[in-house]
């Protein structure tokens, strides 16, 4: 059975870093892309950043761009999401997801299995 552990989240004040870890179990790891998404309250789930199998090729969304930045450890079946510069605006629930293809998209829906996410609040 696939599963996503995320870790990594917390309170921090703005301009500080965190960094997100996503490990998995239950598949073949190396094959497959996988994807940070977020969602913070009243609002639409957002791709962050997404980053794919073969060639490590990444996606990240303008908002993130320039401050975070996504890893992946094969030899761990962790991928992480390295965040500086945290803005009160990145306040959400970050989640990890798993396609089953080998590049990543932005597209939520396009992701086959998530983790449960973790809370990240930035204070001003």
């Known amino acids: 059975e696939a599963q996503l552990v995320e870790s990594g989240g917390g309170l921090v004040q703005a301009g500080g870093s965190l960094r997100l870890s996503c490990t998995a179990s239950?598949?073949?790891?190396?094959?497959?892309?996988f994807g940070w998404f977020r969602q913070a309250p009243g609002k639409e789930r957002e791709g962050v950043s997404c980053?794919?199998?073969?060639?490590?090729?990444?996606y990240y969304a303008d908002s993130v761009k320039g401050r975070f930045t996504i890893s992946r450890d094969n030899a761990k079946n962790t991928v992480h999401l390295q965040m500086n510069s945290l803005i009160p605006e990145d306040t959400a629930v970050y989640y990890c997801?798993?396609?089953?293809?080998?590049?990543?998209?932005?597209?939520?829906?396009?992701?086959?299995?998530w983790g449960q996410g973790t809370q990240v609040t930035v204070s001003s």
């Open positions: 997801a798993v396609r089953y293809m080998v590049v990543c998209t932005s597209a939520g829906y396009e992701y086959d299995y």
């Open positions: 239950g598949f073949t790891y190396d094959n497959y892309a």
């Open positions: 980053i794919s199998a073969t060639d490590a090729s990444t």
